[in-house]
């Protein structure tokens, strides 16, 4: 963003004092961070109030600074706006800024995959387009308008991640954003003790529509029952769906290499495609990226080309070296059921390596039926031939014990994720596969850095 301050003062309809024509280059929220012609936002929460920090960032390169119009003691030799409240005053300054902006707007969100498909986004169209994306998790009330306003008038296509845990926030940050393209990748379970059930995060997920513009596209997962319940009920919305079944565009097969992913596709787009990460989640995933592609004119060619050269965010299906030739994948950034059965999925179908380990961590976040989701997974562990699973977690100890019957070793512990890698350590060889996953909290990734080549 660059804007005259007085223009800010418009956006935000405020006074203030020693407003000059500064120009300002960028926002921060966080004084440790300032740049050189920041406009510097104070937050006042419980611990700490940032407008004791307001003449440092200045003096540190800042151009002004919001100041709350209810904080006693203004510094009157600083240049400040006066509002009312500093997240809202953020948040209109993105809608206005947004307003002004020349650019295509992509927004993805969805219980699992939202990060991978962002990422598979900007990398099939950043050869092509000025891209920016969501940086990190800054997919909120506060981290989206802080990716508004860091999107440069130059700017072709911005991708917008989108997260929640409750009703009425995506149509928020939908209606800020205002998205030429819609993404939802999936229904899953996770917020399910926000949202009382998949019905209630389908809803929740499927208010991406609010903000879509006239001309806008809604793409989802074809596969999905209550999308596509949603989706029939607003025939008004042009969509787009993609999945494995009879979606509009559709994978037929998958084959894992070690490089990545190679797949068959049919529909909208024809012909095979790569990707550089694992897992038929993420190829659907890839999915949506394709066909925001193809409407925004590029070649099938181009597409291939783009795909080929994605880098995904770590700790999603990420192949890692490991000891002695092996192949850990470092899918630990999150999980719940429906991730988990894809990554298990993963798992049964890939001959990239013939002994095949996973380790589990905990799902967190699941509400009340969260040990009949742990103890779930054992129906599909029983089916699939591997040589072991390691569990991680208390919540874990409930799949344990459904796990009496299965061919292959099984380990638990609640919390000794070093008693995990010490184990698994001497099984490691140039024919084993570790993939990890479990929920953030779990960091099961602590295993995969145990177990790396450059340990050694």
Known sequence: MKRNITIIQQWLQADGQNINEQLITGVCIDSRNVQEGDLFIPFRGEQVNGHRFVEGAINRGAAAALWLKDEPNPPAHLPLIFVEDAELALQQMARSYRQELDCKVIGVTGSNGKTSTKDLIAGVLSPYFSVKKTEGNFNNELGLPLTLLSVEDETEIAILEMGMSGFGEISFLTTLAAPDFAVITNIGEAHMQDL????????????????????????????????????????????????????????????????????????????RFTIPVYGAHQVKNALAAMLIANKLGLTDKQIKDGLQHTVLTDMRMQPVAGLNGSLLINDAYNAAPTSMRAAFRFMQETSVRQEKWLVLGDMLELGEEEQAYHEGLAEDLLKMNLTGVALL??????????????????????????????????????????LCKGSRGMRVERIINALKEDTL
Do not use: C
């Not at 029939?232 to 994978?251: C, E, I, M, N």
């Open 196 to 271: 009382g059930s998949r019905e209630g995060i389908a809803k929740a997920k499927f208010e991406i529509i609010d903000g879509l513009s006239n001309e806008g596209i809604l793409l989802y997962d074809g596969d999905e029952p209550l999308l596509r319940e949603l989706t029939a009920s607003k025939p008004a919305v042009q969509s787009v769906s993609f999945g494995y079944g009879q979606t509009d565009l559709t994978v037929q097969e998958i084959h894992s290499t070690d490089q990545g992913s190679s797949f068959e596709i049919t529909g909208m787009l024809q012909g």
């Open 393 to 434: 977690g208390s919540r874990m100890k409930w799949l344990a014990d459904q796990l009496q019957d299965f061919a292959g070793e099984v380990m638990w512990t609640a919390n000794d994720a070093e008693l995990i890698a010490e184990a698994l350590r001497p099984k490691l060889t140039d024919q084993t596969v570790v």
